[in-house]
């Protein structure tokens, strides 16, 4: 009784797909144009952040003059977020993703401000200072996870979150006791552009008014004087 092998007919695994040369042209092309686009971008978000890092420290100097110079920072960054995020995406975003990034970019462009301003300027303002920087660290951490993170409140209220909370309040407690010392040593913040008072002006010139004596004034030759250029008592030669 004879058997005849029965051959099976095996079909070869599908390979994965590999993207081909032109797929990996374009792409890179791709990326090479959208990348001045990008930097416009990046230098928004500094821009952005530089415009509001000044306006919170010197807010209460000239409150409507500083008030529009942070709006102008908010805008730019917004504007930077943008591109970055939406525009240059890769994926197309949902309404929902948008409006938190605009939201959280906002918060974030506010605390990078306060941080970077609140350290560049702690030996003009100190007691205000000490407030902004702490601030900074807790709004920008918080609105960076919010902005970037899949489960951002895992992260916030986390073992990083934690850490942060603790250096924010040493860097509050270390600022409060060195911010004193700062104000007394005679760091004060001027930018002062008023121009001198009117009235000590005034009183200063009065002063040297009153100081100054005029010279008296030279007697005029008087009209019968047949000779007015010659001095009294001069002998000329001639006998009157």
Not at 60 to 88: E, Q, W
Not at 176 to 183: E, G, Q, S, Y
Not at 202 to 210: N, Q, V, Y
Request: hydrophobic share 35%.
């Amino acid at each position: 009784m004879s058997s005849s092998p029965s051959l099976a007919t095996t079909t070869p695994p599908p390979t994965p797909s590999q993207p081909t040369r032109s797929r990996r042209r374009s792409h890179s092309r791709r990326e090479g144009s959208s990348l001045p686009w990008r930097y416009v971008g990046y230098v928004g978000y500094y821009v952005g952040a530089g415009l509001i890092s000044g306006a919170v420290v010197h807010h209460p100097m000239a409150p409507t003059r500083y008030s529009m110079i942070a709006a102008s920072g908010v805008l730019v960054f917004l504007l930077a977020t943008v591109l970055n995020d939406i525009v240059l995406a890769t994926e197309r975003q949902p309404l929902s993703r948008i409006a938190r990034v605009l939201g959280t970019s906002t918060m974030l462009s506010f605390g990078l401000g306060m941080l970077s301003g609140g350290m560049q300027h702690f030996a003009d303002l100190p007691e205000r200072c000490a407030v902004l920087i702490p601030l900074g660290i807790v709004l920008s951490f918080v609105a960076f996870f919010l902005k970037e993170a899949k489960r951002p409140w895992k992260r916030i209220f986390g073992l990083m979150g934690l850490a942060i909370l603790v250096v924010t309040a040493l860097t509050f407690l270390g600022l409060r006791h060195i911010a004193p010392t700062m104000a007394e040593s005679g760091g004060g913040h001027s930018h002062s552009d008023a121009e001198p008072k009117k009235g000590s002006d005034e009183g200063e010139e009065g002063d040297h008014g009153s100081d100054t004596t005029h010279p008296p004034s030279q007697p005029t030759p008087s009209p019968k004087d047949p000779h007015p250029g010659k001095e009294p008592g001069h002998d000329d030669g001639h006998q009157h």
